[in-house]
């Protein structure tokens, strides 16, 4: 499973990587979580930060953040396909 958590850095893109992280661990899933802050990089998925990339698939990006149970949600939708 790949997953990238998009943004320069700010905050939110802080929370974003503890919220994938925690969502992870709940999950019981093993999977390294890349950091994207390159700004071209970014823009080949969204214009908004912070954003959460899932097996290629961007899930979320902008604010406000999804709750914890939304995280998991999207993670587990990639588990099953």
Request: hydrophobic share 35%; charged share 30%; net charge positive.
């Amino acid at each position: 499973m790949e997953i990238k958590v998009l943004g320069p850095g700010c905050p939110n893109c802080h929370a974003m990587e503890e919220l994938a992280k925690k969502a992870l661990k709940e999950l019981g899933i093993d999977a390294a979580i890349e950091k994207v802050s390159d700004i071209k990089e970014i823009m080949r998925y969204t214009m908004s930060t912070p954003g959460l990339v899932v097996n290629g698939k961007l899930k979320h990006s902008g604010k406000p953040l999804p709750s914890l149970d939304k995280v998991k949600e999207m993670i587990k939708q990639e588990t099953q396909t």
